[in-house]
């Protein structure tokens, strides 16, 4: 039964000490989507309801100019880890249940901090075939831990410079294929496609982001960069994480296949 690979990254690598790369693997994609997507509708309900709250106090206090901007602010809404509240917390809560109740779940993260011995700083500049790089790393290892599975490759869309003759998915594949090359035991024919997607349009992608971020955050409090305004509104999520996988943080390298596998590694790059 083929496995759907979801791609996505948390960090600006030209800013940021460190970044991260996830690889959510599920097969049972159609059951997972619908879960996430029952659990999402009455959390966008009561951000709907906040945002109209909201806009009430504003008119009614009269800043009719805020209150337009706020109308007018189009982003659409998702169940990601920069959005992660309490007022929200039993739908995020779900999510993470959702994907510990599969044990065909698979979860990867790599996390690269720029100031390790041996990161290479020739990838700073270049955060295109960086994180194609570091995704291809991901799926190739996946490759291996499951040798008979063919893998669909779904990655998260970001903005193609304009010096990439390449399309996003073209790229990340033959980084892919250069991986396998290397290994006799691998067939580059099991990856049958790859796309890319914006996030707001799929669940499982949504997820891979959650997932992402709660790894990071981790890492960054490790590192001292988490603001006591930030350990409260998301540090009980990634308790959740925590705690399902026996772990005092997840900001280590670390294999656990008690529900879901999950896997988190640091590198230099």
Not at 149 to 156: L, N, R
Not at 215 to 241: A, P, R
Request: charged share 30%; glycine share 4%.
């Amino acid at each position: 039964m083929p496995r759907f690979c979801f791609i996505d990254s948390s960090g600006i690598m030209k800013e940021d000490q460190i970044f991260g790369t996830g690889l959510l693997i599920v097969k049972n994609v159609g059951d997972m989507a619908d879960k996430l997507n029952k659990n999402s509708q009455p959390a966008k309900e009561l951000a709907k309801l906040s945002k109209d709250k909201k806009v009430e106090e504003l008119v009614a206090s009269g800043h009719s100019d805020e209150a337009i901007r706020l109308l007018r602010n189009s982003k659409r809404f998702e169940m990601k880890f920069d959005n992660v509240s309490s007022p929200k917390r039993v739908f995020y809560e779900r999510m993470i249940d959702i994907f510990l109740s599969d044990k065909d779940n698979r979860f990867s993260a790599m996390v690269v901090n720029k100031q390790h011995p041996a990161f290479d700083t020739n990838g700073v500049e270049d955060a295109w075939e960086t994180y194609t790089k570091y995704a291809a790393s991901l799926v190739v290892q996946e490759m291996k831990n499951l040798p008979d599975e063919p893998f669909c490759i779904i990655v998260d869309e970001i903005t193609r410079p304009r010096n990439k003759p390449l399309s996003l998915e073209d790229t990340l594949l033959s980084k892919i294929r250069n991986e396998v090359s290397k290994d006799e035991s691998l067939d580059i024919n099991r990856v049958f496609g790859a796309l890319s997607i914006e996030s707001h349009s799929n669940f499982p992608m949504q997820l891979c982001d959650l997932l992402i971020g709660a790894v990071m955050y981790d890492f960054k409090k490790k590192l001292g960069l988490v603001s006591q305004g930030m350990e409260n509104k998301k540090d009980w999520l990634v308790e959740k994480l925590r705690s399902s996988y026996r772990v005092d943080h997840l900001a280590q390298d670390f294999t656990n296949d008690t529900f879901g596998h999950f896997h988190v590694f640091e590198c230099g790059g």
